[in-house]
């Protein structure tokens, strides 16, 4: 990760947007400590995309027979 100075960013902000949309990260330091990292925007997760991965989680879950999440739940175990 290419690191520049907080002064620098602001001068050449337009630069690291376009840098960052592009994938990389670039850290930003203010008085020699970083400070900030600006990177590529994370895509957007649907909620159809969520309640996908929990049914896929769901089914692969083994829980023994007769015990069901909602007890788990009941007992602060999930």
Known sequence: MRTIGLFEAKQKLSEIVERAAAGEQIGITRRG????????????TSLQEIFEDIERIRKRAKLPKGLKVKDLIEEGRV
Do not use: S, Y
Request: hydrophobic fraction near 50%.
């Open 33 to 44: 400590k970083l400070a900030a990292v600006v990177g590529p925007a994370r895509p957007k």
